[in-house]
Nanobody, 123 residues
Framework: QSQLVESGGGLVQPGGSLTLSCAVS????????IAWFRQAPGKDREAVSC????????YYADSVKGRFTISRDSDKNTGSLLMNYLKPEDTAVYYC????????????????WGKGTLVTVSS
């Protein structure tokens, strides 16, 4: 059974940092693009970042550029999202997703999804 499990979410003060992890089982991520999405209350799910199977970072949302860093370890079948200088507007449920062969920022393109981890940025 293919599964993505996110971890690392929580409550953090503005300006703080969190690292989200995505553990993949049931398939090899070697040929998959790994993406992070987020969904704030009352808003649509949006792409945050994506890293290609080659390890090239294909995308950062403008709102997170310079603050977030995506990475992957295909040998360990994991993905990560380092989030620095967090802002209250970063509050959302963060989802890890995988797309075969390339990166995509479209929800409908993803082959697999995790169930999400909540990040709350508040003082």
């Amino acid at each position: 059974q293919s599964q993505l499990v996110e971890s690392g979410g929580g409550l953090v003060q503005p300006g703080g940092s969190l690292t989200l992890s995505c553990a993949v089982s049931g398939f090899s991520t070697f040929y998959y693009g790994i993406a992070w999405f987020r969904q704030a209350p009352g808003k649509d799910r949006e792409a945050v970042s994506c890293i290609a199977p080659t390890g090239d970072v294909a995308y950062y949302a403008d709102s997170v550029k310079g603050r977030f860093t995506i990475s992957r370890d295909s040998d360990k079948n994991t993905g990560s999202l380092l989030m620095n200088y967090l802002k209250p507007e970063d509050t959302a449920v963060y989802y890890c997703a995988a797309r075969y062969r390339y990166c995509s920022t479209r929800v409908e393109d993803m082959n697999y999804w995790g169930k999400g981890t909540l990040v709350t940025v508040s003082s």
